[in-house]
């Protein structure tokens, strides 16, 4: 998926926080939220593309979307876990 050097050198780009892969619970759990309708992405949007993996913010506040095995680094389509976490 990604190796370990790519991961030493991303950051979320909005604090510059280091990221870690998510947890398969996490994505599953993250899956689960974008089949019911219910995952938005830090510009509000619905998402509907569900994740074959993601990074996670140190702080665990988010997920940056990891598609066809490239993290997508864009704020706007990161997603905000507290809603997730809540179901």
């Known amino acids: 998926m990604i190796s370990d050097e ?3 050198i991303l950051r979320c780009p909005e604090s510059r926080q280091p990221l870690k ?3 398969v619970e996490l994505i ?11 995952a ?6 619905t998402v509907a593309e569900v994740l074959e993996g993601a990074l996670v913010r140190e702080d665990g506040t988010l997920a940056y979307p990891v598609r066809d095995a490239i ?3 864009l704020i706007d389509e990161a997603i905000p876990l507290d809603a997730i976490r809540q179901g």
């Open 6 to 8: 790519l991961l030493e």
């Open 21 to 23: 892969i998510a947890p």
């Open 28 to 38: 599953a759990q993250i899956n689960a939220v974008i089949a019911a309708g219910r």
């Open 40 to 45: 938005k992405n830090r510009a509000g949007e």
């Open 71 to 73: 993290p997508v680094m």
